[in-house]
């Protein structure tokens, strides 16, 4: 049987549905809210590739400041040296001449037989004000204490710095003891203590005496906010300054006594003003 091959009539085209005007409206703001927030999004996204571009080719973030514009170099003994011999230079008197010369080293006191090394240091306490017994004596092994003696340059006799002292100049040595104490702290990791000794009175001899942690928040920021004249003179500092150097040396200045230990070992005992007798 033959197939029948009659073309089959194309479809008629459909009309186009007719879209009420509401619908028209909602399509067009769905298209204009999708819009929106594509252009949101891109300019979110160009954001932040511009701030990452920015960190990327931007300026290194600048190191902290430096704690001194000099340090010291070399071995323990080399540094305090070097320590010893510059800060003094700095600190002068009413008529800009140099006020004391240092000298400095392991703590140890002279024998016949030579220099002997200190055992130890006693801080014996305060006891003026009642908060402390006599008998809390702290112990600081004298290995890890560094001492500077400071003489002055205006009398040739045993280091003193003249008849009296006035009250400038011991503020000055009071800054310079600071200042030592500082320098060797920040710079010398083996040393745990410094004691100043300073220029002797008439009557008596004041020494100062600084720990690590004594002195743990000055040793964190810049030397210069804590001391900021560059070139101390006696009646040249600020009320602010000696605000900082009275805050942190008048407490811990004493008087000193070296005596032998019971195995005949020297030991630097320390006594404050307010401390029994």
């Not at 252009?39 to 973030?61: K, R």
């Not at 323990?76 to 800009?96: F, L, M, S």
């Not at 500077?148 to 006035?166: H, I, N, P």
């Amino acid at each position: 049987m033959a197939e029948d091959v009659t073309p089959t009539p194309p479809a008629e085209p459909q009309p186009e549905p007719i879209v009420p005007r509401q619908e028209r409206a909602r399509r067009s703001s769905y298209r204009l809210r999708f819009g929106i927030i594509y252009v949101l999004l891109a300019a979110v996204v160009g954001a932040g590739i511009g701030s990452f571009i920015v960190l990327a080719t931007g300026p290194e973030q600048q190191d902290d400041p430096a704690w001194s514009a000099w340090q010291p170099q070399g071995s323990t003994i080399a540094k305090v040296r070097q320590i010893a011999d510059r800060i003094p230079k700095a600190y002068r008197t009413e008529t800009g001449a140099q006020l004391t010369v240092s000298l400095a080293g392991p703590l140890s006191v002279p024998t016949a037989e030579g220099e002997v090394p200190v055992r130890a240091v006693f801080v014996r306490p305060d006891t003026s004000k009642g908060l402390a017994e006599e008998d809390d004596i702290a112990v600081f092994p004298g290995s890890a204490v560094v001492s500077f003696g400071l003489c002055g340059t205006l009398s040739k006799e045993q280091c003193e710095l003249g008849s009296t002292v006035s009250a400038g100049q011991q503020t000055l040595l009071r800054r310079q003891a600071l200042e030592l104490s500082l320098y060797t702290l920040k710079y010398v990791d083996s040393i745990d203590s410094v004691v100043v000794f300073m220029p002797p009175e008439a009557k008596s001899q004041s020494t100062v005496f600084l720990r690590r942690s004594d002195l743990a928040d000055e040793l964190d920021r810049p030397l210069s906010s804590l001391l900021p004249t560059a070139k101390p003179k006696v009646g040249g500092l600020n009320s602010l300054e000696e605000g900082q150097i009275l805050r942190l040396t008048q407490s811990r200045t004493y008087s000193a006594e070296v005596q032998p230990s019971p195995d005949g070992s020297p030991v630097l005992i320390l006594t404050p003003p307010g401390a029994a007798a």
